[in-house]
RNA sequence: GUCCCCAUCGUCUAGUGGCCCAGGACGCCGGCCUCUCACGCCGGUAACGGGGGUUCAAAUCCCCCUGGGGACGCCA
């Protein structure tokens, strides 16, 4: 058995987006899972588009997610020569030929077509002038004219397309440059590519490569295209649908462990299960439990996921993560280390987790106050009963949570109330909200000392 | 327009001829828990696009229709 070798193969004309994650991300699996080789190849030929911070952005991204690769990355902007070489092999044989129409007079070929019903093509004018190289000139592939071109897709199965539907597309364009046909053929080949897996957009695609292995006379890889990923409207993801860029999705606030996990379910199922480690998923990778079929970007389901990892993650790890989240952060990483715990079953994402972690980090007097809660809990009695409770809390030393709820447990005995009345008024008074951790738990992270500094400012808080 | 691909709950999907009057997950709705908000737990809602075949039996196989997506570049 020959060693498995798959590759992805970004062109640098925009980052890495959703569809290419996953793209990479199978390709990755396929080949960690068979013990063999992940190539990372930039596919820069068209020098005009390509550029290089979107090289560096792509490979970023590629690291945030953890898909290390064994090769690369190439450039295939380094490997003009090499194209070329190939390109003269099938000039000399026959295969290939220069062509001096200009891209108008093609156009005008394909209006035509398009005009009679047709398929739009070049009509292979040049195809038998026999011409050399020179100013302007193209070389395309002397297609065949009739039969069939047929290949047995890891995914979707037998296709075939009739050779007719085939014109003879351009191999090197007018300055000399490889075009992404010949190059992917060339390069997959010397590279010893084993599994191409890469978008179905590439399916009408493949033909055309076939066709070129065939002329070149070099044995082809297998070849599995995974479906699209679809925006809500069903339509091909792109800017239109918010955030397609996966550095995005770091900044706001998912965890890689989350995005890899949520894109190798869309389109790829084991069974009944839903949460995958990377070993895991390592391990059950599978070709066959691909869909055939476009899925929808759910971010629901991404923010569901998130939200389990962000259980699941160590608090030390989040907390170092948090750091990168917080405006301003002047506190040390053991604080954010004691808040992390109480925000981890609450944030769904690290930009979350930031803004509920806010409170813990603001200065006792910048703490901000939500008016409406103000006005609903800090009433006259109330602002009484957290004195009292001020009082009591001056006197202990300990400031754990059971001391704390056996205090108030004894205030609450003593006044004769129930907890609801003041449990809200002192939430209000340490956070500014309504709305926070558990009482006792917020207090014990915030210490003795901002707590009752921060009940008395509420005592006396005017709105 | 031509060609290619696809078709199970709103979404991701399980299902490879009987175990399916279709299972799980997200979301949504209801309940429980409760110091708020979450978490968690319990319950509910909801799908085989349509029509023909094949078969004792079809979500599963075949054909047609419809619908959706993609490709038709000297972009990748």
Redesign the pocket.
């Known amino acids: 058995m020959t060693k498995v070798v798959t590759r992805f ?1 970004p ?1 640098p ?1 925009g980052y890495l987006h959703i569809g290419g994650a996953r793209t990479a991300l199978f390709n990755w699996l396929w080949a960690r899972k068979n013990r063999g080789e992940f190539i990372l190849r930039i ?1 820069d ?2 020098l005009e ?1 390509s550029r290089e911070e979107m090289t560096r952005a792509i490979l970023e991204a590629m690291d945030w997610l953890g898909l290390d690769c064994d090769q690369g990355p190439y450039y295939q902007s380094q490997r003009m020569d090499l194209y070329r070489e190939y390109i003269q092999k099938l000039v000399d044989t026959g295969q290939a030929y220069y062509c001096e ?3 108008e007079e ?1 156009e005008a070929m ?1 209006e035509q077509a ?1 005009a009679r ?6 009509n292979g004018r040049c195809r038998e002038k026999n011409l050399g190289p020179g100013e ?1 000139r ?1 070389i395309r592939l002397k297609a065949p004219l009739t039969g069939q071109t047929t290949f047995n897709d890891l995914i ?2 037998p ?3 009739n050779n007719e ?1 085939l014109d003879d ?2 191999l090197q ?3 000399g440059t490889p ?2 046909n010949l190059a992917v053929v060339v390069d997959d080949a010397t590279m010893g590519v084993t599994h191409v897996l890469r978008g ?6 493949t033909p055309k490569q076939i066709l070129i292995y065939k002329a070149l006379g070099i044995k082809q890889p297998l070849f599995g295209h995974v479906p ?1 990923i ?1 925006g809500p409207d ?3 993801l792109s800017k239109r649908h918010g955030a397609t860029s996966v550095m995005k999705y770091k900044e706001m606030g998912f965890l890689p462990e989350a995005m890899i996990n949520y894109l190798v ?3 790829w ?1 084991y ?2 299960e ?1 949460i995958f480690s990377r070993e895991e998923l390592i391990e059950k990778f599978s070709l ?2 691909l ?6 970007f ?1 971010m ?2 991404l923010l ?1 996921l998130n939200s389990h990892y962000i ?1 699941e993650k160590s608090p030390a790890d989040l907390a170092a993560l948090l750091k990168e989240y917080v405006r301003e952060f002047d506190a040390d990483l053991s604080y954010l280390e004691k808040i992390v715990p109480l925000l981890q ?2 944030a769904k994402t690290m930009v979350e987790m930031a803004e509920m972690a806010e409170f813990f980090l603001v200065a006792d007097e910048e703490l901000q106050y939500d008016a409406k809660a103000v006005r609903k809990f800090l009433t006259p009695e109330a602002r009484e009963h957290l004195q009292e409770v001020v009082n009591r809390l001056e006197e202990t030393k300990d400031f754990g949570q059971k001391e704390l709820e056996q205090i108030l447990a004894k205030y609450l005995e003593d006044a004769g109330i129930k ?2 009345v003041i ?2 008024p002192i ?1 209000v008074a340490i956070t500014g909200k ?7 738990e917020t207090m014990e992270v915030l210490g003795k000392e901002r707590t009752i500094k921060r009940m008395k400012r509420a005592v006396f808080f005017e709105g």
Not at 200 to 205: E, F, L, S, V
Request: proline share 5%.
């Open positions: 193969a062109s004309t596919e030929t068209d588009r129409c200009t891209p093609v394909r398009r019903g047709l398929k739009p093509k070049y302007g193209v979707k199965g296709i075939a397309v539907e597309f351009v364009r007018a300055d075009t992404y179905d957009d590439h399916i009408n695609n699209m679809l069903k339509k091909k379910r869309l389109g199922a069974g009944d839903e066959e439990n869909s055939k079929s476009a899925s929808v759910d629901d389901k569901w259980k079953p609450r907890f609801k449990a809200q939430r309504t709305a926070s951790p558990g009482l006792f």
